[in-house]
């Protein structure tokens, strides 16, 4: 289980952005066309007169040495096969933004740093996306259902890095490539961060790479314990100071919060005492049929309908469970919330492997709707339990 008062960050990065996006736009234009990614090609601007430089290229490409930013002209002599095509930022921003639109179900507090990058706030969502028997596999079930989805949908693939902050998110993304999902917390940085090379330290440029290696700082793992004072002598304060924490995966910046652009409405309320199982049909259902209204009513305010209504609650011994359904119809009435949040509730509490079989007793109630849509794909179909 992931630990308490830790946050829980991911960092999403597209693969070759750039040269992604053309050759799915390619294949989209000619099925039978030859998919980029899958022979040593680039993106490079200026292609005509052969001074441009390269701004992306495939991994095969990688394969040759061919790097990002040398001009055109080194590329090719490295690799003179390489398929080499123009940027298209029109199809770049579509991609961009119907990505950011799929992040933005996931959570509320989606933080865009460049066009093919985010990071995602997903502190306090296990409940929401984790079966209450099942919370080992958050956080990895979810970074696996959100590449998977982006892949499924808009036919590029990203790397997800976790961690508890920011910048071990970002150096965790960065690992190998390309469709994966990489874990970097604080107890893996010594592991996996120290030993590479000082230069792939996020925020440390080129010239401060080179001072440090002529202080005999090879590797990030040098960094870490080297004494700061010195660092700063040479750096200065900041600088040094920067380097030092970074090194030692210690970063305090938040994902910034774009709350007015919320994708997912919940509401909960810790109870004035305790719910067992001899007073759930008594006290609960006024509580859930008040939490459900008021989502929907937020839902109803925003004009928006959710795919996926979910119910958490807190036991008294402070252990978070919940249970989650997809619909078959987006919704914003609150019958059809509280219909779905009693069901979910009673197969969370009740029964075999529910809550109260573990005598535990009830604290929290409340209950989530996300997967948000304006209600352009809801079918007239009747709900189908
Ligand atoms: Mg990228």
Known sequence: MAARNRKTIFHIDVNSAFLSWSAVKRLKEDRDSVDLRTIPSAVAGDIDTRHGVITARSIPAKKYGVLTGEPVVKALTKCPELTIVKPDFATYKRYSAAMMKILKTYTS???????????????????????????????????????????????????????????????????????????????????????????????????TAEKLRSLGVRTIGDAALIDEAVLQSHLGNKAGAYIVRSANGVSDTEVAQAREDAKGYSNEVTLPHDITTDTYDEEAPAVLHALCE????????????????????????????????????????????????????????????????????????????????????????????
């Not at 999902?181 to 893996?188: A, N």
């Not at 009740?350 to 109260?356: I, L, S, T, Y």
């Open 294 to 385: 008021k989502v929907a009513q937020r839902l109803a305010a925003d004009e928006v309908y959710a795919q996926t209504i979910g119910v958490q609650i807190k036991t008294d011994r402070f252990v978070r469970h919940s249970r989650q359904m997809k619909l078959a119809d987006s919704t914003n009435k609150t019958d059809t919330i509280y219909e779905i949040a009693s069901l979910l509730m009673k197969r969370l509490l009740f029964g075999e492997q529910g809550v109260f079989s573990r005598n535990s007793k009830i604290r929290l109630i409340g209950v989530s709707a996300t997967r948000l849509d304006k209600g352009l794909y809801r079918q007239m179909s009747l709900f189908d339990l």
């Open 109 to 207: 507090f989606v933080e865009q740093a460049s066009i093919d990058e985010a990071y995602l706030d997903m502190t306090g969502t296990e409940s929401i996306y984790t079966a209450a028997e099942d919370e080992d596999a958050f956080p990895l079930n979810v970074a696996t259902t959100l590449k998977n989805e982006i892949r499924n949908t808009l036919g590029f693939t990203v790397n997800v890095g976790i961690s508890t902050n920011k910048l071990l998110a970002k150096m965790a993304s960065d690992f190998e490539k390309p469709d994966r999902i990489h874990t970097l917390y604080p107890e893996e940085v010594e592991e996996k961060l120290w030993p590479l090379p000082i230069e792939r330290l996020y925020g440390c440029g080129e010239a």
